[in-house]
């Protein structure tokens, strides 16, 4: 299951939800259908950072480009060609297999395409054997592309086996996707120094984790309260891209604190800090962006 941010605007008071609501585990918080009685349970709901399904997964995948239209579209939903997506040879792609074969994803690595005719994609392995997928059988492909989000329908047209495996897939007519309007937020675990900007010089800082980040802000795990709402933090962290370390020194403000609802029996409780950063330098701007496409890309799942 692929989540995306709940966009202020996208819930209303005392209207039905259009789509279930997890929160940034992946629990369920609210069921499509429920609704939000009151203004202070639509805030209380948005400050755990809500997260919704991709559209295309609202509905099976007869409804997919390729497939008869449904009568409405879902806010956000646009159709796009597949030159919109910008693939290269070597990128990574993501596979739903046919429902009755399994339920899991995996990802696959774009080998080529000739326009409007087939694309070529290394098979899916699990375990370290090939997926038992057979021609004729429809898969859905998905690719996250900096804010948009694309997925498709296609057939293995063909299985090759020399001079190695690869898969002929048929060429979408169409291609659905979403612009994910806000920064996009992938998971991280990246460990950082944490200080009030207020504090007297000297103070020793606090440590955290970044439990996941914007190109906007973060969601810091601390054991203990880092500051309170509307405090200004100084973040001091690392980051790894493509073997290079990089080191960050942002100043972002608490917008949200709340404690773990349910914490694991014998581990202390984690207490959350939502983060908007402050005034980013544009070297720092462009690393954030970077780390997130790269997590992004190379892993999917980290998507929030």
């Known amino acids: 299951m692929s989540l995306i941010p709940v966009q202020e605007g996208e ?21 499509e259908g429920e609704t939000v009685a009151t203004e202070d349970q639509l805030l209380l709901l948005m400050d755990h950072c809500p997260l919704r399904t991709l559209v295309w997964e609202e509905g099976e995948p007869e409804t997919l480009p390729g497939e008869p239209e449904k009568e409405s579209k879902a806010p956000g939903e646009e159709a796009f060609l597949f030159a919109d997506m910008r693939l290269k040879v070597g990128d990574r792609l993501q596979i739903q297999p046919p429902a009755q074969l399994t339920q899991e994803r995996f990802t696959v690595r774009l080998i080529g395409y000739l326009d409007g005719q087939s694309i070529l994609v290394t098979p899916p392995y699990a375990n370290g054997l090939r ?7 429809t898969i859905i492909i998905r690719y996250f592309s900096g804010q948009n989000a694309f997925g498709f329908s296609a057939t293995i047209n063909k299985i090759s086996k020399l001079p190695y495996e690869y898969f002929h897939l048929s060429f979408p007519e169409a291609v ?10 992938v998971r991280t ?8 900007t207020d504090q007297a010089p000297g103070t020793d800082p606090k440590s955290a984790i970044i439990a996941n980040v914007s190109a906007s802000g973060a969601l810091l795990d601390g054991r203990q309260p880092l500051g309170a709402k509307g405090d200004v933090l100084r973040l001091a962290f690392r980051v790894h891209l493509h073997n290079v370390d990089a080191l960050l020194s942002v100043n972002g403000v608490i917008r949200a604190v709340f404690e773990d609802d349910n914490p694991n029996p014998g581990r202390p409780a984690f ?14 701007s462009v690393i954030l962006q970077s780390l997130i496409y790269q997590q992004m890309v190379e892993n999917p799942h980290a998507l929030t």
């Open 131 to 137: 997926l038992p997928l057979q021609e004729g059988e």
């Open 11 to 31: 819930i209303q008071v005392g209207s039905p939800l259009a789509w279930s609501i997890f929160d940034q585990d992946g629990q369920l918080l609210m069921m």
């Open 271 to 284: 207490i959350h800090h939502g983060i908007e950063f402050q005034d980013l330098e544009p070297n720092d």
């Open 176 to 185: 659905q996707g979403m612009i994910i309007r806000k920064a996009p937020r």
């Open 189 to 196: 675990r990246i460990i950082t120094s944490v200080l009030k």
